[in-house]
């Protein structure tokens, strides 16, 4: 690996291997979501934690602090909305702007499955391509468009190794029962996507702390914190998990002492 994406590759991962990344990429095919009307003010007290920023080259222009040391990971495929058919994806920004901007990594989706299989995995497939000889790595994003249902582990599976194969350097992907079934076939770093918010915080917990366990080696998780009542608190508890093996009673037990002395704050 040349000099370049090596070092993206070690600023995208703490020493111990493992990262915390916060998405809020959403707004390009669902527009204004919730809780991410200003996603200025929504990362503010949130990216302290983050070892990377998920989002659009417009958010990024628009509401990112130039000055930001968090590693930039540019969402880099669209072109529908909710209102249409998700999986009908294409590659929305050059390589120039990808330089221009400085990231330090790219994000596609691939919907294996649909009608836009052989399109998403082409769309990857030209991404590495143009990426590669500038040291950007690549993150697969593991889409299913409106079907959960489709998040098991044979399915997740196949979706991160032909991943990896096509050439991603990190491969994000819903959390499953026997997760490991994942990890163990897939060559490069698995990110643990996060997916609608939960009833409860403690059911991230338990997700991430699981997937953590059968060898993820981070996490990529939007809706369940900013969407959380006392976001930071959710966010520090979930950092807690990732790089200081925290376990689930530990970071609930840390949630609520933060979310206590966060609402008397207020
Ligand atoms: C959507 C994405 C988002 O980055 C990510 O999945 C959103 O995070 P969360 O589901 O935790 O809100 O890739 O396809």
Redesign the pocket.
Known sequence: MDWGKENRMKRLFRDNGRCFYL?I??GYFLGPTRKLEKPGETIAPLMPYADGL?CTRGVLRACVDPATRVPIIL?VSGGSSILGDLTNEEVTTSIDEMLRLNVSAV?V?IFLGSEHEKQTVMNLAKLVNECEPYGIPVMA?T?VGKELEKRDARFLALAARIFAEIGASVV?TYWCENFEKVVEGCPVPVVI????KTETIREVFEFVHDGMQRGASGL?????VWQNEAPVAAMRALEAIIHHNATVDEAETMYEELKNSQLQAV
Do not use: E, M, T
Not at 220 to 224: F, Q, T, Y
């Open positions: 998405p990429d959403h998920f969402r994000g989706s994003v889409a994000k996507a996060g997916g609608p990529n998780l939007g809706r369940n």
